[in-house]
């Protein structure tokens, strides 16, 4: 009867503890692009979507911003846009990394002329 209340104790605290594990804790952040059209809204949603801590990104090609849902225990809004200037695109302040910008297609770089798809 001892073991079968230890076991039992044992298991309680086991399921009461596996509920107090919070959830990852989320924020958003905006950040303003260099994207152009929607090859690269394809490369930035992709290329931030294998990032650590990015749970979902959405490019809006008409004013060129891009929102952020991230786990704020695992990055933040400037490695976010570190990674966007990995990509070859401007962020907000950042500014695009150049050898990453210069292997963008020519229409996606910024000397590029606007165009829509």
Do not use: W
Not at 38 to 51: A, H, T
């Amino acid at each position: 009867m001892k073991k079968l209340i230890s076991i039992l104790t044992i298991l309680l605290t086991i399921s009461t503890l596996t509920f107090a594990i919070e959830p990852p804790k989320t924020a958003e952040v905006k950040i303003k692009t260099s994207a152009k059209c929607g090859m690269c809204k394809k490369r930035i949603e992709r290329d931030l979507g294998v990032s650590k801590g990015i749970v979902n990104s959405n490019l809006n090609l008409d004013d060129k911003v891009v929102t952020i849902t991230y786990n704020t225990k695992k990055t933040n809004p400037e490695k976010i846009k570190q990674v966007i200037s990995k990509i070859g695109y401007d962020a907000d302040e950042i500014i695009a990394d150049q050898k990453s910008h210069d292997a963008l297609p020519s229409c996606c770089q910024k000397t590029a002329a606007a165009h829509k798809d």
